[in-house]
């Protein structure tokens, strides 16, 4: 069966203050997906990236990165110089690889982010 | 271009009415997908259209829920005699194939007195 785990459920931090969203997850698929998003107050699911279970490559843009690890079956988020308008619910997700499946995504239950002044 | 739109925004409906929820995709996107959000349970996936091709309706959480999807693009969600549970926050989301990145509306909160 396919799980995601985010095991910070709330954090909190100063703005500035550099910051790691965990997310572990479990599939017994060879390919699959795993996803960020970002749910901000105003309730809409934002994408933010996708990997593949091929690319372990770690990825940065701008102030965000994601660290992928297929040996530890990690794929953390981290923000860099957090800022207020960071503060949000983010979800870690996976979905099967295969054409022909669903591909529905499986979420984590979210880590309520809230950067403060 | 557009995104993935959904109406009503809000819907405030009595317990043992039917409710209608709808999706408009992404122009183009084949994959159409529902979720449900709610506090205790999370986010979870409902029913998934492929284009023209059989729903999978193995995610709806009793028979009361069902989803139609027209000419393969707009879609859909009725669920029928509402119940207190039902209460959340229903979510489309659309894709360009089955395996592709979803993009989401901003959802319909549902409130079931």
């Known amino acids: 069966a396919q799980k995601v785990t985010q095991a910070q459920t709330e954090i909190s931090v100063v703005e500035k203050e550099d910051v790691t969203l965990d997310c572990v997850y479990e599939?017994?698929?060879?390919?699959?997906?795993l996803f960020w998003y970002k749910q901000p107050p105003s309730g809409e699911l934002v994408f933010l990236i996708r990997r593949n279970s091929f690319d372990e490559q770690n990825e940065i843009s701008g102030r965000y990165s994601w660290n992928f690890q297929k040996s530890t079956s990690s794929f953390n988020f981290t923000i860099t110089a957090s800022q207020v308008v960071d503060s949000a619910v983010y979800f870690c997700a996976l979905s099967e690889f295969r054409l022909g499946s669903q591909g529905n995504l499986i979420f984590g239950k979210g880590t309520k982010l809230s950067v403060k002044p | 271009g557009a995104g993935v739109s959904q109406s009503p925004s809000n819907k405030v409906t009595e317990k043992g009415k039917d409710v209608e929820l709808r999706c408009d995709p992404i122009s183009g996107h084949t994959a159409l997908y529902w979720y449900r959000q709610s506090l205790g349970q999370g986010l979870e996936f409902l029913i998934y259209f492929q284009g023209n091709s059989a729903p999978d309706k193995s995610g709806l959480p009793s028979d009361r829920f069902s989803a139609e999807r027209t000419g393969g693009s707009v879609s859909t969600l009725t669920i029928q005699r509402t119940q207190q549970e039902d209460s959340a926050v229903y979510l489309c989301a659309s894709s360009l194939l089955g395996i592709g990145t979803q993009y989401f509306g901003p959802g319909t909160r549902l409130l079931v007195l």
């Open positions: 599939t017994r698929d060879t390919t699959y997906y």
